[in-house]
């Protein structure tokens, strides 16, 4: 089994609409793909509606949370999305997404950018914006050549000269949050230091005790050395360790199925998931 747990589509910050990102995962040869938008669950309908036969859809979301400073991901699988209490906080993220990137697109015009408000809605869509929407109109203005070249400090990273701060979860009540729901709690991409600063291992550890699952081991953005400690870490802690793509369709380079999840791995997080299960595929249009 080929199974990538960690995409997003355009109901976030992806390029690929929940039906094609289902359909491209079919056709990477995915058995199992989960769809992991930011803050949101807004794209699972249709991408239900239009799961190929042979492909089975693992419903869950990316939380922004944040801990001493340091902004981090935590990937939730499987959990009612109806659950009051993550849906309020889920909602409370998203709704301070819009007043952060028009903080970002003053900030940019403050350093001289001519970005505009109008042109990152327009990018993002119906999606939840966010700041690779504001990286994507730097690059349609020639400001730099990637969306990775502007999260640096001289523009979008953490603490960099056009960043503003959101509202984002402390993590224990993340975790605390995904359980009620009856989910599962991986923490995603945990050392990826190109992004900015990264939680120490001693914060995982507090994290496994309060009942973090698992963390993301195999992505783009660690090296094999990292990944090696990584696993190391997982088996002291008693943690599950995934991997997948964190595909954004053209956003990112990264393709789907480019790292994927062991199949006990993702057995054992179904079998503790009690919020939801996975969707198999029936031929959708």
């Not at 089975?56 to 659950?83: K, Q």
């Not at 950018?113 to 929407?133: F, K, L, M, Y």
């Not at 789907?256 to 919020?275: C, S």
Request: net charge negative; glycine share 10%; charged share 25%.
């Amino acid at each position: 089994m080929r199974i990538d747990l960690h995409t997003h589509s355009t109901a976030s910050d992806g390029t690929d609409t929940p039906a094609d990102l289902v359909r491209h995962a079919a056709a990477a040869g995915l058995d199992v793909v989960a769809l992991t938008d930011h803050d949101t669950t807004r794209g699972h309908t249709e991408a239900i509606a239009a799961l190929p036969r042979g492909l089975t859809l693992v419903t869950g979301a990316e939380l922004s949370c944040r801990i001493d400073g340091i902004s981090m991901h935590m990937l939730a699988y499987l959990f009612d999305p109806e659950e009051p209490a993550l849906l309020a906080e889920r909602e409370l993220v998203r709704d301070d997404r819009v007043p952060r990137a028009q903080g970002m697109v003053a900030k940019l015009n403050e350093l001289g950018v001519p970005v505009t408000w109008e042109q990152v809605s327009r990018i993002a869509g119906d999606g939840s914006v966010g700041r690779p929407h504001v990286a994507t109109a730097l690059v349609e203005l020639g400001v730099v050549p990637t969306v990775g070249d502007a999260f640096t400090q001289d523009w979008l990273a953490d603490g960099g000269r056009a960043f503003v701060e959101k509202h984002e979860t402390d993590p224990f009540e993340a975790i605390r949050l995904i359980k009620a729901a009856g989910g599962v709690a991986v923490f995603a991409h945990p050392a990826a230091s190109k992004r900015g600063r990264t939680v120490p291992e001693s914060a995982i550890a507090e994290m496994a005790a309060a009942g973090l699952d698992g963390i993301e081991v195999d992505h783009m953005d660690h090296d094999p050395d990292t990944r090696a400690r990584l696993r190391g870490l997982a088996k002291e802690l008693g943690l599950l360790t995934t991997g997948s793509s964190d595909y954004h369709g053209s956003r990112k380079t990264c393709v789907l199925g480019e790292y994927t999840t062991d199949p006990e791995v993702y057995g054992e997080i179904t079998r503790r998931a009690t919020g939801a299960f996975p969707v198999p595929g029936t031929g959708g249009v």
